[in-house]
T-cell receptor, first 111, second 115 residues
């Protein structure tokens, strides 16, 4: 089946550790996005990529890093510089001027 | 900065009634808008979209209206059902960022359907 897959579903991080969230799509979409969602809040854009080997900062990029080495993959690293990383992280992809398709999210908790 | 906002954080309606969820956008040059539904703990699901060359678009039980004069977007749900209970977001593609460019979301409206 075509779709966008995020893993893991739940992730626990100790303070000071970097963690990487996976996002894979087999929809042949050019653009991919990472959003952060806090309880009762909307989606805030962290990073997005319109093409392989290129990406742009969103509104809250500090403390996060990404790479786009393959069209299918857009991993997000939450670094130790992100002071409040506990949140629900959503990945999405788009093709051309169409709607974005979302994964089911990764819930990250700092312990 | 750019933002897409919603007028009401929570909307409570009786089952069978029609629901109207509103959204205000800030950039008059934006040309593509999307409505999403998000259930608890899940990723957003596409409902309907509209481009700026249209004023209205209809789907199954849903209608989106676009008023470019006042930069306002609305989602109408006919005969609201308990399964419609969720958070609804509007989203906007910012101009100048290409067809696959920056997609931003509003804060969301929680729709509660009373039996």
């Amino acid at each position: 089946d075509g779709g966008i897959t995020q893993s893991p579903k739940y992730l626990f991080r100790k303070e000071g550790q970097n963690v990487t969230l996976s996002c894979e799509q087999n929809l042949n979409h050019d653009a991919m996005y990472w959003y952060r969602q806090d309880p009762g809040q909307g989606l805030r854009l962290i990073y997005y990529s319109q093409i392989v080997n290129d990406f742009q900062k969103g509104d809250i990029a500090e403390g996060y890093s990404v790479s786009r080495e393959k069209k299918e993959s857009f991993p997000l690293t939450v670094t130790s510089a992100q002071k409040n990383p506990t949140a629900f992280y959503l990945c999405a992809s788009r093709w051309g001027s169409t709607e974005a398709f979302f994964g089911q999210g990764t819930r990250l908790t700092v312990v | 900065g750019e933002s897409v906002g919603l007028h009401l954080p929570t909307l409570s309606v009786q089952e069978g009634d029609n629901s109207i969820i509103n959204c205000a956008y800030s950039n008059s040059a934006s040309d593509y808008f999307i409505w999403y539904k998000q259930e608890s703990g899940k990723g957003p699901q596409f409902i309907i979209d509209i481009r700026s060359n249209m004023d209205k678009r209809q789907g199954q039980r849903v209608t989106v209206l676009l008023n470019k004069t006042v930069k306002h977007l609305s989602l109408q749900i006919a005969a609201t059902q308990p399964g419609d209970s969720a958070v609804y977001f509007c989203a906007e593609i910012l101009p100048g960022s290409g067809n696959t460019g920056k997609l931003i979301f509003g804060q969301g409206t929680t729709l509660q359907v009373k039996p």
